[in-house]
């Protein structure tokens, strides 16, 4: 989808020297703009429902230190085993 917005030039020539920052277009930089500028409202959010205590205290996330590896085991899917489990 094309979404095409007149911009002030002011605006048009930070956006383009961000682009060029990040060694981006300028398309692909609005867009991780947009998604910076959408994580950081969604923090925003749940960090003012924390201090009216609408919700508990989120527990930081563990850091990943290694990439996921699936553990290697023998015999049948486990899929198969809990359809076979449920006839």
Do not use: C, Y
Not at 19 to 34: D, F, M
Not at 67 to 83: A, D, H, M, R
């Amino acid at each position: 989808m094309t979404i095409t917005i007149d911009l002030p030039n002011d605006v048009q020539q930070r956006l383009e020297q961000q682009a060029r920052l990040r060694g981006t277009t300028l398309s692909e930089a609005i867009a991780q703009l947009l998604d910076e500028f959408q994580a950081s409202r969604t923090h925003e959010f749940w960090e003012k429902l924390e201090a009216e205590g609408r919700v508990a205290k989120r527990k930081p996330a563990p850091p990943d230190d290694k990439p996921f590896q699936p553990i290697q085991v023998q015999g049948k899917p486990l899929s198969e085993v809990i359809v076979e489990e449920r006839r």
